[in-house]
């Protein structure tokens, strides 16, 4: 790839990503590099973001993601 890191940055929308960056993320390979994501959102959000993620990035790492 071109880069050696990625950041990705998104809103929240209804606590989640929008749908836009799960297809992003399906469609590149980031096992090979570190990705960084950051959002803009209240603290109390935060924790329910980053479980959303996780759970997604793992989902990546072990299997095809649901489809939504």
Same mark, same amino acid.
């Given at each position: 790839?071109?880069?050696?890191?990625? #950041? @990705?940055?998104? &809103?929240?929308?209804?606590?989640?990503?929008?749908?836009?960056?799960?297809?992003? %993320?399906?469609?590149?390979? #980031? @096992?090979?590099? &570190?990705?960084?994501?950051?959002?803009?959102?209240?603290?109390?959000?935060?924790? %329910?973001?980053?479980?959303? #993620?996780?759970?997604?990035?793992?989902?990546?790492?072990?299997?095809?993601?649901?489809?939504?």
């Amino acid at each position: 790839g071109e880069y050696d890191i990625i #950041f @990705l940055g998104y &809103p929240i929308w209804w606590g989640q990503a929008p749908k836009i960056i799960y297809t992003f %993320l399906e469609s590149y390979s #980031f @096992l090979e590099r &570190p990705l960084y994501h950051f959002v803009p959102l209240e603290a109390a959000k935060l924790a %329910l973001a980053l479980k959303i #993620f996780t759970i997604w990035s793992q989902k990546m790492l072990h299997g095809s993601p649901e489809q939504g």
